[in-house]
């Protein structure tokens, strides 16, 4: 694993996948920067499950998910618990259902700008400044 700057902060994020090798594909390369995956959800029930049991930072949900189940339903959800959320999708929406809900990053997303992204997304859920804004990240707001 390669070791990290001291000050880059580890997050606890969640990642809503229902595909099963982009969702390896994102824990790997977030695990390898340093950060904790707390769980990968397939569906609405399960992202709020592991949101109920984790300290989350950061969520990285799709927009379409397993049974039929809506990405955009799990953002607003999880935001409305206090989760900043960034859309990780071939159909990101026009708008956010909350402000909790950063921004959105096309898929397929570059593995090197998910740390970026990640890192990003949290300083401006804090209101924290500057923040330097990852090409691959459309804000919301």
Sequence with gaps: MPQR???VPMLN???VEDE???????????ISRGHRVVG????????????????IDLALCDVRLANGDSGVEVATRLAQQGIPVVYV???????APHPLVIGCVNKPVPVAALHATV????RIA?????????PALTLYR
């Design 119 to 122: 890192l990003a997304a949290c």
């Design 20 to 30: 099963a090798l982009i969702a390896m594909m994102m824990e790997d390369a977030l």
């Design 126 to 134: 804090k209101a924290d400044e500057p923040v330097a804004v990852p």
């Design 89 to 95: 999708s071939g159909n990101c929406p026009a708008d």
């Design 13 to 15: 994020l969640l990642i």
């Design 40 to 55: 990968v959800a397939d569906t609405l029930p399960s992202a709020l499950d592991l949101a109920g049991a984790h300290a």
């Design 5 to 7: 700057a001291e000050d």
